[in-house]
């Protein structure tokens, strides 16, 4: 079994920058992603990267803006998250062992509690 623990997250104004961190139990060479949920909407991908890290996708709402990075060494994937926007305010997640160039929410097995961005204009 694979546990996953987010942090990092918090509240920043607008066009601020907050680091998140996932934390994997074991050693693990699965892709992984990170995904986002805001009240009222669908779960939605924001950052893939493949099990060496040398691969990344993200979608046009956040290119440019977010990177995703991994230490396989630590067992841990990070979020970069820059020039923040309140349309950014959700509860982020990190996900393994789906796609990392789809992230379609239901082909990762493994997902983190959660940990919530809130971001002020």
């Known amino acids: 079994q694979v546990q996953l623990v987010e942090s990092g997250g918090g509240s920043v104004q607008a066009g601020g920058s907050l680091r998140l961190s996932c934390v994997v139990s074991?050693?693990?060479?699965?892709?992984m992603a990170w995904f986002r949920q805001a009240p009222g909407n669908e779960r939605e991908g924001v950052a893939g990267?493949?099990?060496?890290?040398?691969?990344?996708y993200y979608p046009d709402s956040v290119k440019g803006r977010f990177t995703i990075s991994r230490d396989n060494a630590k067992n841990t994937v990070y979020l970069q998250m820059n020039s923040l926007k309140p349309e950014d305010t959700a509860m982020y997640y990190c996900?393994?062992?789906?796609?990392?160039?789809?992230?379609?929410?239901?082909?990762?097995?493994?997902w983190g509690q959660g940990t919530q961005v809130t971001v002020s204009s």
């Open positions: 074991r050693v693990t060479w699965y892709n």
């Open positions: 996900a393994a062992g789906g796609v990392w160039s789809r992230l379609i929410a239901t082909e990762f097995g493994y």
């Open positions: 990267i493949s099990s060496r890290g040398d691969l990344t």
